[in-house]
């Protein structure tokens, strides 16, 4: 199947400090890309849908000045969780659509994030 | 969104047959059906994706009736790497509307 990466898989930060997230599709072009939060044995919580070139697409309840979301190009979404506290302590997960693969959907391994 | 309903937990030993079935009684008419293998603290892995009767790949089956209210995935033979949490999403992927809810899943665990 196709791969997509996800970078960094773990991070350890202060709060109130900033921390960007990036998924890239390596052999797809993906012009839309997901963001999703999981919590320890919960199900993934879809947090928003990433539009190449246009605004991202946020779910109920999620705070889109403070899971700032960027999809510049056709390879790369980025999710930045600004002024980060204990309670954004998560695993986030990015997936990507391969247009070219009857759409299917693609994970990449999930970044932990821990804050203190 | 079509709404998915897997059982919360399977058992099974090396070896076996392995099937789980998801319910989703009001998929709509352009909806796929696909299913995902997760670790802990890794992404979902994709297995396969169908839209009605069968798909077969080289490590699954997916078995669709013709109401496509329900799904089956047969995993052959399971070892005990397969112990995981499996997911049944159901969902349009056309355009930039498309998306996947997760539900809760199915946790598989094999034993010896």
């Known amino acids: 199947g196709a791969v997509v990466s996800q970078h960094p898989s773990r991070v350890i930060c202060k709060s109130g400090t900033s921390v960007k997230i990036e998924c890239r599709s390596l052999?797809?072009?993906?012009?839309?890309m997901f963001w999703y939060r999981q919590f320890p044995k919960k199900s993934l919580m879809l947090m928003a849908t990433s539009n190449e070139g246009s605004k991202a697409t946020y779910e109920q309840g999620v705070e889109k000045d403070k899971f700032l979301i960027n999809h510049a190009s056709l390879t790369l979404s980025t999710l930045t969780v600004t002024s980060a506290h204990p309670e954004d302590s998560s695993f986030y997960i990015c997936?990507?659509?391969?247009?070219?693969?009857?759409?299917?959907?693609?994970f990449g391994s999930g970044t932990q994030l821990s804050v203190l | 969104l079509a709404k998915t309903t897997q059982p919360i937990s399977m058992d099974s030993y090396e070896g076996q047959e392995v099937n789980i079935t998801c319910s989703h009684n009001n998929i709509a008419t352009n909806d796929y059906i696909t299913w995902y293998q997760q670790f802990p603290s890794q992404g979902p892995r994709f297995i396969i994706q169908g839209y009605k009767t069968k798909v077969k790949n080289e490590v699954a089956s997916l078995f669709i009736p013709a109401d496509r209210k329900s799904s089956t995935l047969s995993l052959p033979r399971v070892s005990l790497s397969d112990t995981a949490v499996y997911y049944c999403l159901v969902g349009n992927y056309g355009g930039s509307q498309g998306n996947l809810i997760f539900g809760k899943g199915t946790k598989l665990s094999v034993k010896p």
């Open positions: 997936s990507a659509r391969d247009v070219g693969n009857d759409e299917k959907l693609f």
């Open positions: 052999d797809f072009q993906a012009t839309t």
